[in-house]
């Protein structure tokens, strides 16, 4: 069955340094993948998504993602955090189930940022 | 610009009590889903509905119940046999049959039981 892993429930970062989110997907044919953010009591906003070519995808907001077919991953980077990155943040994999247009997400990584 | 609104924003329910969420799309998506959020469990998926008048169960529908009457309408009820409701709500919508395109999200609406 597919799923998707984040290893990773928190993580705290200062100002500033550089953040690696870790995704890993288990999936048996060439998958659709998302990265999502929430701030609280907010929805769910879309970062950035691979589905073909270029395995280094460019987001919003400085984000960027590398999709690693022989690690079965998908971990999202930025280089330098900002304050208001502190947030929770989901990968999915999509999938077509019965018709639908089915999206998989993982557990989340909640995202603090010190001053 | 088009969306997804989702109201009230805060909902309070006595024990006992049916309420009902809105979620309101004019994305022209056929597709469109209910969420439950809890902390520490990410979303879980309450129902979904692919075309008017249709709709699946999703992993936890127990206590819910949902209509489609309209392709741009997909209300929750959260009904009395639901024991622990209190818990952030998403909607979301999407085209059918297009892996590349994701979800698109409402704001949520937040439940709590008085």
């Known amino acids: 069955a597919q799923s998707v892993t984040q290893p990773d429930i928190h993580i705290t970062v200062s100002e500033g340094a550089s953040l690696e989110l870790r995704c890993n997907y288990s999936?048996?044919?060439?998958?659709?993948l998302f990265w999502y953010v929430q701030s609280p009591g907010q929805g769910l906003q879309l970062l950035l998504k691979y589905f073909s070519g270029d395995t280094l995808v460019q987001g919003i907001k400085g984000f960027e993602a590398e999709f690693k077919r022989s690690q079965s991953s998908f971990n999202l980077r930025k280089p330098s955090v900002h304050w208001s990155d502190a947030a929770e943040y989901f990968c999915?994999?999509?999938?077509?189930?019965?018709?639908?247009?089915?999206?998989?997400f993982g557990a989340g990584t909640r995202l603090a940022v010190h001053p | 610009d088009g969306g997804i609104t989702q109201s009230p924003k805060y909902l309070f329910r006595k024990e006992g009590q049916n309420v009902t969420l809105s979620c309101e799309q004019n994305?022209?998506?056929?597709?469109m889903y209910w969420y439950r959020q809890d902390p520490g469990q990410g979303l879980r998926l309450i129902y979904y509905?692919?075309?008017?008048?249709?709709?699946q169960k999703g992993d936890i529908a127990e206590g819910y119940s949902v209509s489609r009457e309209k392709k741009e309408s997909f209300p929750l009820t959260v009904t009395s046999a639901q024991k622990n409701p209190t818990a952030f709500y998403l909607c979301?919508?999407?085209?059918?049959?297009?892996?590349?395109?994701?979800?698109?999200f409402g704001s949520g609406t937040r439940l709590t039981v008085v």
């Open positions: 994305l022209n998506h056929d597709a």
């Open positions: 999915a994999v999509a999938r077509i189930s019965g018709g639908y247009n089915k999206l998989i």
């Open positions: 509905s692919q075309i008017v008048n249709d709709f």
């Open positions: 999936y048996g044919a060439t998958p659709y």
């Open positions: 979301a919508s999407s085209l059918l049959g297009q892996l590349n395109y994701g979800y698109t």
